[in-house]
T-cell receptor
């Protein structure tokens, strides 16, 4: 059974720091992995999608990596800003169906 | 570009009343469509998904139902709401099994 874990559950850092959010999964047989952010009371915004054959994806100050063999993905945020404050979620898409398996999220606070 | 709409944005309904939430997608054809629920302090739960008109798969047995009357329209319904149906309902779309894109959500409070 695929399980997705995100550690830490919450993170508070001063503005300007580079930071890493972690996502781990128990079954390496994945189709792809997606990172999202969710602002309070809002829908989810898709940040990056990594296919199972890829090692990393980049978008602006965000870089997501994938290591299937170790069951890990990281989201690297460079030069953090207060506007990056949100809950970050990772989700794994299994090969067998359309259901995403979700982590519980990391609540990120960037202090000005 | 593609956009996804949900309405209403918020809804307060008494127990036992019916429910209809609507989701529409623009700018793409034959998308996969999904309904999720996010309860307070909890993760996302997939309720239904559809890979085509009239094709609905249910992930969680409950008093909710979904329909897809048109290619880019997805409707979530209930005949009689329960208190436990309160939550944040999110619609999403994807092309095949690529990235899922979410709508703004509907906040449902059952009183």
């Amino acid at each position: 059974k695929q399980e997705v874990t995100q550690i830490p559950a919450a993170l508070s850092v001063p503005e300007g720091e580079n930071l890493v959010l972690n996502c781990s999964f128990t079954d390496s047989a994945i189709y792809n992995l997606q990172w999202f952010r969710q602002d309070p009371g809002k829908g989810l915004t898709s940040l990056l999608l990594i296919q199972s054959s890829q090692r990393e994806q980049t978008s602006g100050r965000l870089n997501a990596s994938l290591d299937k063999s170790s069951g890990r993905s990281t989201l690297y945020i460079a030069a953090s800003q207060p506007g990056d404050s949100a809950t970050y979620l990772c989700a794994v898409n299994r090969p067998s169906n359309y259901q995403l398996i979700w982590g519980a999220g990391t609540k990120l606070i960037i202090k000005p | 570009s593609q956009t996804i709409h949900q309405w209403p944005a918020t809804l307060v309904q008494p127990v036992g009343s019916p429910l209809s939430l609507e989701c529409t997608v623009e700018g793409t054809s034959n998308p996969n469509l999904y309904w999720y629920r996010q309860a307070a302090g909890r993760g996302l739960q997939l309720l239904f998904y559809s890979v085509g008109i009239g094709q609905i798969s249910s992930e969680v047995p409950q008093n909710l139902s979904a329909s897809r009357p048109q290619d880019r329209q997805f409707i979530l319904s209930s005949k009689k709401l329960l208190l436990s149906d309160s939550g944040f309902y999110l619609c999403a779309w994807s092309v095949g099994r690529d990235a899922q894109y979410f709508g703004p959500g509907t906040r449902l409070t059952v009183t």
